[in-house]
Nanobody
């Protein structure tokens, strides 16, 4: 079974930086070969819907960001470690949320990926709290 494990969250002050990590392990229970098309980060703040944050196409390394985080967030990956990262700079109180990583194994338009529908795998998330 493929599992995603996030880490790196915590309680920080506004203006600080954090790096979140998401490592995948295991193999599909179907027995089919495991592939990675795209991975990304979503977040859900208290009382709000889950929202797309950033994504990366595994083979090309092309990245996408929601407008509100451009310039402050950076997504990257380490193929050898099966890990994606989310570098967050200049944290703001409005960045407080539970951050989830997700992995899609087959091609989907990025417009679909951003919605987080029918994602193949999700992690349990890591909490980020930013104090002012």
């Amino acid at each position: 079974q493929v599992q995603l494990a996030e880490s790196g969250g915590g309680l920080v002050q506004a203006g600080d930086s954090l790096t979140l990590s998401c490592t995948h392990s295991g193999a599909p229970t179907s027995g089919r070969p495991f592939s990675r098309y795209a991975a990304g980060w979503f977040r859900q703040a208290p009382g709000r819907q889950r929202e797309f944050v950033a994504s990366i196409i595994w083979d090309s390394g092309i990245t996408y960001y929601t407008d509100s985080v451009k310039g402050r967030f950076s997504i990257s990956k380490d193929n050898a470690r099966n890990t994606i990262y989310l570098q967050i700079n200049s944290l703001k109180p409005e960045d407080t949320a539970h951050y989830y990583c997700a992995l899609e194994t087959i091609f989907v338009p990025m417009s679909t990926f951003r919605k987080g529908w029918d994602m193949d795998y999700w992690g349990q998330g890591t909490q980020v709290v930013v104090s002012s």
